[in-house]
């Protein structure tokens, strides 16, 4: 993963997908609500990107933008470029979109019961996907059917076919999604939560599962969670948001180990360790960004206990900690490279 900030703009010609730039705002009655605010990354085939950040951020919209799954009648979209696999697609129509969507890019959604038709069987909403871009007969879509729910890990496909969503577990049922997110071999696939309905048990099998799709198929994954521990066990980078932006990145380790933005150092110390008897969570204190105001300086700054009279004049760049660790923030004073601590 690469972030293509300004002033380190080059095109990686290995990139499977990258966005550019990206901005999104929805118009409401009037108001305006800026939700992603210049997101550039890029990622490479076979790597998993992990994206964090706090509800309202702009994890989902980023991605949803992405898909042009946003309604148009009320989300504003622009970006310099979106490309999946050398395609440039970010001017692309809706129609265009179906060549995008399931065989470029899978999506799995946070809650799998609203992503499935609760009045059809999975065999039908699976066929489905498979013949809507596929030249094949029903018999030939119900044997691949066949085939994927297996290799989700769910026993006697052929009679999970017949059954409805409501009939299935959780943990099931999001393997139901992720059989019709990978249906037609996507190269991309795109996890919003994937597990946070899931308990912790099935929320481990779910993510393993994934793990064995991307090595197997060598495509690659975006999973979006709130949970630095689920980042943490899939993602090889990390991208942090905050307030519509791209506030840190880098590899994982790296970038967990010594946190440089405030805010992920923050994140990071809100985590529970050990044995937490007896102690108390950390939080941070402060509200979370007025979205209705486009940000031009540091989002975090209000609530950092950092912050110096810079990050409230002056707008920040991304600064690159260098070429071989790969990392990136948007901070005027960064946390010191390795200086990991509780407190923020
Ligand atoms: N359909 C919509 N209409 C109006 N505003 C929206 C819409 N979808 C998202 N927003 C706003 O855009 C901002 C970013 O939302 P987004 O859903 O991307 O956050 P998120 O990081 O995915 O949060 P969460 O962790 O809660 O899923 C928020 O301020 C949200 O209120
Ligand atoms: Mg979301």
Redesign the pocket.
Known sequence: MELNQPEAKHKNSESLFEIENLEVS?S?AGVE?F?VNGVSFSLKAGETLGIV??????????CLAAMKL??ST??HIKSSQMRIDGLEFSAFSERQMRDIRGPKIGMIFQDPMSSLNPVLSVGVQITEAITAHQNINRQEAEAEAVKLISKVGIPQPATILKRYPHELSGGMRQRIVIAIAIALKPRLIIAD?PTTALDPTIQSQVLELLKDIIKQSNSALII?S?DFGVVAEMADQILV?YG?KIVESGPTESLLNSPRHRYTKALLACLPTGDMHGKTLHSIEGEPPD?KLKPSLCSFAPRCTNSIPACMIDPCDMKHDNVETGRQYLCHNPVEYGVRTNEY
């Open positions: 929805f409401r609500t939700a950040g706090e509800s309202g951020s702009g994890k989902s919209a980023t946003l309604p009320i989300a939560e979006i709130h948001m519509g979205m």
